[in-house]
């Protein structure tokens, strides 16, 4: 109980921290190029309730978010942001959940398959693999994927939304570089685990490798890859500004950079809530797989 009213605690101060700094820092929802008249300024500051003080302003913000209430946009007008995140979020949970997949299911089979054979091709293969896919940005990867797999070899499409086909390359292009953080992560820490004296003692046993490596030691090796599984379940599950762009996907990354630009205090608001909601119980899922796979963790 007390683990979820500090996860609550956590969600309160990071929206009170993005209110305030938007609403603090110079400038203005309605500034642009031509200043509005006086008299169509207020009104638009009566319609979206900035008209008062700031402590008024945090105050009805607070009461409104307690009913559900995200606001409307300031810049999307007559759209509210529970209605943008309606239609952007699904899109970009989508795409994060199969790159999320595709970052665990590839990595920990690339990790515990080079683990089990150090010093190998497959190995040395790996640790190559890693390297590369982590030093090759997005914004590098996108388009090479999309020159190699839909411009030379016309296997799928170069972008858009709708299909698997679709789907495949920008969410490979999200999860390569997971896919090589979490392989080097299991890798390492499993040929660490293997060296312990309760591996020594299964194969004393007579424990075939296989049997070694799936029932005993990658349940301790897991654990470092299980930390990272939190943040990075929901820096996926929140998507990419980069890719979505250089796949034209409809996501909520285009949304978020214009909120800030915009200086759209009520939409930044909505998809920061969504963001720390999504950050905070990952990581609370991750303290109960710990507890479940070390009992000895509290």
């Keep these: 109980m007390t683990r979820l009213l500090s996860l609550f605690l956590v969600l309160f101060c990071v929206v009170s921290i993005t209110f305030f700094l938007m609403r603090l820092s110079p400038g203005g929802p309605f500034d642009g190029e031509r200043k509005l008249p006086p008299a169509i300024e207020h009104q638009l ?20 978010l307690l009913h559900g209430d995200l606001r409307l946009s300031t810049k999307y007008r007559n759209r509210s942001v529970a209605e943008i995140l309606a239609q952007t979020l699904p899109v970009t949970f989508t795409l994060g959940t199969l790159s999320l997949l595709m970052s665990l299911g590839f990595g920990l089979w690339i990790g515990a398959f080079a683990a089990a054979r150090p010093h190998s091709l497959f190995d040395h293969c790996a640790l190559h693999f890693a390297l590369l896919a982590v030093s090759l940005p997005a ?32 969410s490979i292009t999200l999860a390569l570089p997971f896919i090589a953080v ?22 004393a046993k007579g424990l075939s490798q ?28 929140t ?10 996907i409809p996501g909520a990354g285009s949304f978020f950079v214009n909120s800030i630009l915009n200086r759209d205090a009520f939409l930044l608001g909505g998809i920061v809530i969504v963001y720390c909601t999504a950050l905070i119980f990952c990581n609370f899922f991750v303290d109960i797989a710990y507890r479940y796979l070390d009992p000895r963790i509290q």
């Design 239 to 248: 998507g990419s500004i980069v890719v979505e762009t250089i796949f034209h």
């Design 45 to 64: 500051l009566l319609k979206y309730r900035l008209d008062g003080s700031l402590w008024q302003q945090y105050t009805d913000y607070l009461k409104d």
């Design 139 to 170: 914004f590098v990867l996108g388009p090479l994927f999309i020159l190699i797999f839909c411009i030379c070899l016309h296997w799928l499409p170069v972008g858009g939304w709708g299909s698997f086909s679709q789907l495949l390359l920008p």
């Design 182 to 203: 979490i392989a080097r992560l299991l890798r390492d820490q499993l040929r660490e685990v293997l060296q312990d004296d309760f591996i020594r003692t299964a194969r």
């Design 210 to 237: 296989q049997a070694i490596i799936y029932r005993h030691a990658l349940r301790v090796a897991i654990l470092p890859v299980v930390s990272y599984t939190g943040p990075l379940a929901a820096n996926l599950l």
